[in-house]
């Protein structure tokens, strides 16, 4: 099927399920990889950093320019490295008028497994009579639905009046968790109402199955309202990339039937489609239900392998899918890494123009030198299983709903 890019196979199940609940073996440091349009040069610029990772504790900051890897030019084929292997050493750049010097003292990495708060910054920017929320959301992880109350407990003492969620590097993740932060933020009328957040539409054959044995749970998803918080705003900001996708697209089009939401920044991926995780140990059972594919030689190969395949598509309440171009923004902003303003700062581009839509009043530019290098950016990520999460991920219990007699 030509139009499924998604779907995959994959021989590390174990790492790629840790992987969407934010366990990762990283350098806690996300990247834009460049190229140099005058010498072809291939570049890093760091987007954001995890706390307390390797990256973080090296002192490394957003807008730090990568420009060697081992001592070596990075190139097309060992780019990736930056995010992939277990130790290296890097070398920063330092831009000047002349160009991009390289620091001669490296910096040494050595990854670490760590659990991630997709949480990272939760803060309240006073202007103009405005009390605006800002929330930077990293990936959609129900485990972490908890950091969420306690981001929007803290808008809610604070008496916002205005939310900005940015999402610009946030690559989806799960139904569970997208669900979740909507109704948080939802109308009331909609969240309280159970109202639709959107429809699941299966091959033929499986949604017949769900239509004749009225099993809505798998067709139409509502609000939830039973979150723990409630901030029932009738508008909201979103800071947007092609970075931005699945479920960060479903949080869009999912609310914009109900209150106004207005995006900032780039276009976003494109990503309208979800998935479920299937792995021998699902169905490969002895009769007292335990796996036995380890002791059989005939399963020993694959027993760490997981089929990750598009089950269906999405469709917001009023109708809307198939966004395979993505959302183009309301506020077109193109983001400069080499300005390297911290996430939250007024100044940064996506935010200023977020505050400024808010409040009608213009925020000065701070004046600095600038230097002016072609480039272009052709790839990002974070995790070796950064293009496996834009799914947006099903819940195990719809696995439960197939394995049923």
Sequence with gaps: YQEDKWSFITDDVESLKNSFEGVETTFG??????????????????????????AAQAGIKRGDIIVLMNGKDITDSNYTDLLYAGSLNISLGVLGED??????????????????????ITDVIEHEGHKIGYLFYAQYIGNFNESLDEAFQYFQEQQITDLVVDLRYNPGGGMEAAQHFCSSVAPLSAVNGKAILVTYQWNDKLQSYWESRRITSQIKIPFLDTTPVKLGLNKLYVLTGQGTASASELTITGLKPYMTVTTVGESTYGKYTAS????????????????????????????????????????????VTDFKEGFAPDIPVEEDLFDGIPLGDKQDPLLKAAIEDITGTEIMALKKARIDIPYSIFDRGFSRFDKNKRELLLENQILEQFNRP
């Design 276 to 319: 479920l995780t299937f792995e021998p140990a699902d169905y490969l059972k002895d009769d007292n239900g335990n796996g036995y594919y380890n002791s059989a030689a005939e399963y020993r190969d694959f027993a760490n392998w997981g089929l990750q395949p598009i089950v269906l598509r999405y469709a917001n309440s009023q109708g």
């Design 99 to 120: 160009g991009i010097s390289v620091n001669p003292k490296p910096v040494s990495l050595t990854a670490k497994k760590l659990t991630l708060d997709p949480v990272l």
């Design 29 to 54: 440091y996300s990247l834009a990889f460049g190229r140099f349009s005058n010498t072809g040069n291939i570049f890093a610029l760091v987007e954001y950093i995890y706390p307390n990772t390797p």
